[in-house]
């Protein structure tokens, strides 16, 4: 505090001063209001978002069970003439030959590799290892 046998403040140097003391305070309220107002916002925002999904998705739920109903009513149907169809359709031939082809030539291409392999393995000369044997060698005399 400035002693009487001082000069008094200036009108700028009190302002100054006050501005100085008093402008971060309601500058932060100010802030604070702000950001819980926009919290808020975002927060209500959300909220009809997710309430508008809730209710498309239900009325896709609505519209699938229509489509299952749909479908059951329609495969209804087919079952129901499905005797009718039998009567008058031709006896059917078997056609084991076509299979029977199909699993020899399987079997024969994979007994063709299994017999590769083996040989491969065959012909392949043995890995020497570079440490020395572990156990003594019996001399052979």
């Known amino acids: 505090m400035r002693l009487a046998t001082q000069t008094p403040l200036t009108h700028r140097e009190r302002l100054t001063r006050g501005l100085a003391y008093s402008a971060p305070g309601p500058v932060d309220v100010a802030r604070g209001a702000v950001g819980l ?11 009809l978002r997710r309430l508008y999904r809730e209710s498309q998705l239900s009325d896709r739920v609505a519209e699938a069970a229509d489509a299952a109903a749909r479908e059951l009513a329609a495969a209804q149907e087919a079952v129901a ?3 009718e169809l039998l009567e008058g359709a031709a006896p059917r031939r078997h056609l084991r030959r076509p299979w029977l082809l199909v699993g020899a030539a399987g079997a024969a291409l994979l007994a063709g590799g299994v017999v590769a392999v083996l040989i491969r393995r065959s012909n392949r000369p043995q890995e020497t290892s570079p440490r020395p044997p572990s156990v003594d060698a019996p001399h052979k005399i």
């Open 37 to 47: 107002s926009g919290d808020a916002v975002r927060r209500g925002a959300v909220e």
């Open 81 to 83: 003439g499905l005797p």
